[in-house]
Every structure is written in structure tokens, then in C-alpha cells.
């Protein structure tokens, strides 16, 4: 199972890092891509990614997880790559991820047009009725989202529930010091 993680100038590190770091440490092949080299985050911090958008073959991706932070949310809106990668899994039937800001790239391809989304604050009005404000995690039907960088392990270790189990998800946790 490959999972993407793709990173714009302007990303929040916290999310980003957390996921990648909490997925593989299930087992799962995590890819960060971005334009190649270092990308720098919403804090001034910089990220190698593993490969170019053009080293990556998209059709083998079967998970996308969206960090947020701004402006690097309103870049992922941008990329047409992230937002038809989107779609093409979401009608796939495969799991789409997103938190903070970044449920604003879902919306965007249109797979949460039902409501129950966990985002940060900042966005809320953006994405209206969709929105449970008292959320800090949503699992609904193939979409995980998250409220910010507060809840990042949280958010991490529900997509590990997703993907590998609960009983990987409590062992990650435990190992971590999580619970």
C-alpha cells in the first residue's frame, strides 16, 4: 500500500512530519513528494521529499494524506495533480485524509459534501455545514480529516486504525506513549 503525503511551500510541519513518521512506523510505504529538494513549511522549516511529482506514479497511489498549514493548503487547492488524485480514489473507493486547513482541498474535489469534518477554526466558514466545529478527529466513510496541529498523533494513529488495524494503532500508541 503506498500512501502520498505531497508538500507545498507553506505547509504545517507538525502535520506533515507526525504522519509520516507515525505511518511508516506501521509499515506503510510513505512517499513525500513536492517539486523536488527541500520544500520549507509554514514555519521555516524545510522538508526533503522523497520524489519529484515527476518521479512518482500516481496510478500505484492507494492513500493521499493532506497536511494543511497556509499558504500551503491554498497550493494544494492549486495543484490540479492533488485535487483529480483526489477524485480518482476517492471514486476508487480508497482513503483520503486531511487536516487543518486541508478538508478545504477535499471539498474542492468534492468528496465531503455530506458534513462531519473535523478542520481547523480558520476554515470553518469556508466549509460551512460540512464542519463539526467540536471535532477534533472524523472517521467517516473512506475520509479521515482532523482539526490541527494539536491533533496530529491523533490523526496519524486514525488513519494507522484505518489501514492496519486497531490492534496496530493501540500497539503505536502504547509504543509511543500515546496512551
Not at 513525500?32 to 527541500?38: H, I, K, N, Q, S
Not at 481547523?120 to 469556508?126: D, G, K, M, R, W
Not at 471535532?135 to 492496519?164: D, H, P
Request: proline fraction near 3%; glycine fraction near 14%.
Amino acid at each position: 500500500m503506498v500512501v502520498l503525503v505531497p508538500l507545498v511551500a507553506g505547509f504545517e510541519e507538525i502535520e506533515a512530519v507526525t504522519v509520516v513518521d507515525v505511518l511508516r512506523r506501521a509499515g506503510l510505504e510513505v512517499v513525500v513528494v513536492g517539486e523536488g529538494g527541500v520544500v520549507v513549511g509554514s514555519h521555516g522549516i524545510g522538508v526533503v521529499v522523497d520524489r519529484a511529482w515527476g518521479e512518482v506514479e500516481l496510478e500505484l497511489v492507494d492513500v493521499l494524506v493532506l497536511p494543511g498549514g497556509m499558504p500551503g493548503t491554498r497550493g494544494l487547492m492549486a495543484d490540479e495533480r492533488v485535487v483529480g488524485l483526489v477524485r480518482r480514489l476517492w471514486g476508487e473507493g480508497k482513503w483520503v485524509a486531511a487536516v487543518c486547513a486541508a478538508p478545504l482541498v477535499l471539498m474542492k474535489a468534492g468528496v465531503i459534501e455530506g458534513g462531519g469534518v473535523a478542520a481547523h477554526p480558520s476554515v470553518h466558514a469556508e466549509l460551512g455545514r460540512r464542519v463539526d466545529a467540536k471535532a477534533r478527529v472524523v472517521r467517516g466513510e473512506r475520509v479521515i480529516t482532523g482539526a490541527g496541529a494539536g491533533v496530529a498523533m491523533e490523526f496519524a494513529l486514525a488513519i494507522v486504525a484505518e489501514l492496519c488495524g486497531e490492534a496496530k494503532r493501540l500497539e503505536l500508541a502504547r509504543a509511543m506513549l500515546v496512551e
